[in-house]
């Protein structure tokens, strides 16, 4: 018998912004060749997340799940024809994959294992003028399937062919990734920060490095902020967000940078607090940072770190930071039973 997993309604104050972020085809895939015919604007966004997930931000943007063989999940997710003229909409699932420390989708069609699992209906949409619709992707994960992480992408796919008028036709292609880890134990994210570098390009331009390792069992898309205080004469240059694309996959390791900085930034010494996230896994290192001569770089001195790394067992989400509070409410229990857990109203609690 299939197991099929819950999921969870995205509230709607979280679609209007997912809206923007879930579009994942490059940039030229969505622009009409010169002197094609423009295909309109298509957007994308999911409805459903899984329960256990409910505080996951990857898990509003993308398909993310952990499952043992032989369970079925569905996610619905809504299509909008954002042009004045009518549209063909095809749906479909297609492979891709972690290269380069970075999330890369197979050209057309190209199938996967993780393909061959999914489904999505219907397969064609016809939308009118500024229509919206909703479809549904369906996982179906068989009772062989070995353990291990598989990534694909639904895609919504619209274009218009040549004709008399346009020598050259187009595609547009919008859809989400999908993040699928198979296993009959418990789930394991985490990742380790080694250390951070200070760099100044030859045209003196500043930037940080930060070496990172993935040291749990599911791919990283790693996000966070850089905030430079304590700088000479009491300087706080403020926050600095890390340039977001590196995805790393289990065991992987790579750097993030922190790219557009001041070019007058004095070199320091800086108080470096760097805080990456992926979902719920959270770290940060702190260390005192000089910045060196145009084309050089200087690792920086650590004097502090903290982590959440996360897994799932199956009944619920839980945190290393969290342990001990939780060991200490059941003991409470035992005089004054807790109240029931609830169910956030908003993705973010």
Known sequence: MRRRAPSLRVPGAALAALALALPVAPAADAAPANGAPDPGFLGFRLLEAPVVRRDDPRALK??????????????????????????QVRLYPAAAAITENQFAFAEGRTPNELTRWTSVEPAVLDLGPQ??????????????????????????????????????????????????????????ADFRISKIVAVRGKDGRPSVLAHVRNTGKRALDLRGKLHLADGPGGLDAGAHA??????????????????????????????????????????????????????????????????????????????VSGVVLLLLRRRRGRTAPNPPPQVPSSPNG
Do not use: C
Request: glycine share 12%; charged share 20%; aromatic share 8%.
């Open 242 to 319: 890390v340039t977001e694309g590196t995805t790393l996959p289990p065991g992987g390791s790579g750097t993030v940078s922190v790219d557009g900085l001041n070019g007058s930034l004095p070199a320091g010494p800086w108080t470096a607090r760097l805080e990456l996230e992926s979902g719920m896994v959270r770290h940060s290192l702190a260390a005192r940072l000089t910045f060196p001569a145009p084309g050089g770089s200087s690792v920086g001195w650590i004097i502090g770190s903290s982590n959440r790394p996360y897994w799932y067992a199956g009944a619920g989400v839980v945190a």
């Open 131 to 188: 229509e919206k619709a909703e479809a549904e992707v369906t996982i179906r994960v068989p009772d062989t399937a070995t353990p291990g992480e598989r990534y694909a992408v639904v895609w919504a796919e619209s274009g218009a062919p040549p004709d008399r008028q346009h020598n050259i036709g187009s595609v547009m292609r919008v859809g989400t990734r999908v993040y699928l880890d198979i296993s009959n134990s418990g789930e394991y």
């Open 62 to 87: 993308y398909i993310v799940d952990h499952l043992k063989p032989g369970t079925v999940i569905e996610r619905r997710f809504e299509v909008a024809n954002n042009s004045d003229t009518g549209r």
